[in-house]
């Protein structure tokens, strides 16, 4: 583990602070593999080293504090039921959670992290009555014995299979790419572009119970996967609006916002984002819009030898290991019943 630090961004300065964390866990078990996760499953976005950093980072760097959220997250997953569920969700129930949280785009920063969108006017009163729905679910329990029912998760079963997709396969997805500043440094967070324009301020309290929620699920299971969210084209009422949502997002993640004008928006996102991968509703040349299925970037389609599409197809992804090393994308979830898994692509990375 120690030969381990060096390449994946911890500051000296905390090396041992580390060290003491990935033993507490380690002595609690809490490194060893899930018997949930199938017998292929990589363990990265789960308990790998770089998951382990994003904990220590959102702790600001106190172990003790770091191994209190790590077990809590790790009981709300077991408890939950995620592992499983990740591999059996319907699809159709999938894509509904990606109208309603930030999805990525297929495109990357100028340091090589992913690109997420939300356009804030897709939160109207219907997705929140159908998210309100799933908020009343009960916790779906999978079985061993027979065969499993279709899952009905409940929301935060739901948003904690979305949110994996972001940790289990886009993130190490970015991470394989060597075309970015610091490629021997895993990417372990993502931009957020989030289209404020039709924000009004009877939307804004209509938001808090989904703001309360997801913000919570974010900082307990999901630390420090946002580098930094960008409001766009927020109205001139903006700082109205926010006196209500700051009180009902985790403050660490609040700190990350910056709100953004009309005027302000193209060149504060050429800052970090070059004009290929900027939605063309914010000044740039990339073709996306909200609820789209990535569109992937061309050096992303050439490590995935995708010649024939250049996007990926829908529901929760995941990577698998073969017996010689390469990396394998598998498409899963059910549709019409059936598990999928589909190969989308083998990547071997020796000599990358």
Not at 104 to 126: Q, S
Request: charged share 25%.
């Amino acid at each position: 583990m120690e030969a381990d630090q060096p390449n994946i961004g911890i500051p000296p300065e905390h090396e041992a602070s580390f060290k003491t964390f990935t033993q507490s866990c380690q002595e609690r078990g809490l490194l060893t593999r899930p018997d949930s996760l199938e017998s292929r499953d990589l363990c990265d976005g789960l308990s790998d080293p770089p998951t382990l950093l994003r904990f220590l980072v959102a702790r600001r760097f106190d172990p003790d504090g770091a191994l209190k959220q790590f077990q809590q997250a790790c009981e709300f997953r077991e408890e939950k039921h995620i592992l499983r569920l990740y591999d059996l969700v319907n699809i159709a129930d999938f894509e509904q959670a990606r109208e309603i949280y930030p999805h990525w785009t297929g495109r990357r920063d100028k340091k090589g992290l992913p690109i997420c969108m939300l356009d804030v006017a897709r939160l109207d009163k219907d997705a929140l009555a159908s998210w309100e729905t799933t908020r009343q679910n009960s916790r779906w329990i999978y079985s061993q014995s027979g065969k499993p029912e279709p899952p009905t998760p409940d929301m935060l079963q739901l948003a904690s299979v979305y949110h994996d997709n972001l940790i289990r396969f886009i993130l190490p997805l970015c991470s394989m790419m060597t075309d970015r500043p610091k490629p021997s440094i895993p990417v372990t967070n993502s931009i957020y572009i989030v289209d404020a324009s039709n924000l009004g301020l009877k939307q804004a309290w209509g938001l808090r119970f989904f703001a309360q929620e997801i913000s919570w699920l974010l900082s307990t299971c999901y630390p420090e996967t946002i580098q930094r969210v960008f409001v766009c084209n927020a109205p001139s009422y903006y700082r109205t609006v926010w006196k209500y949502l700051k009180g009902w997002v985790d403050p660490y993640t609040a700190e990350k916002i910056v709100v953004l004008l009309e005027a302000e928006v193209l060149p504060a996102l050429r800052e970090y984002i070059d004009d290929v991968n900027i939605p063309t509703k914010f000044g740039g040349k990339f073709q996306f819009t909200h609820g789209m299925l990535p569109d992937l970037d061309n050096n992303i389609q050439r490590l995935l030898n995708s010649d024939s599409s250049t996007s990926l197809p829908p529901g929760p992804l995941k990577w698998i290991q073969d017996s010689d090393g390469r990396r394998t994308a598998l498409a899963v979830g059910r549709k019409a019943g059936s598990e999928r898994s589909g190969t989308i692509a083998t990547v071997d990375l020796i000599g990358q």
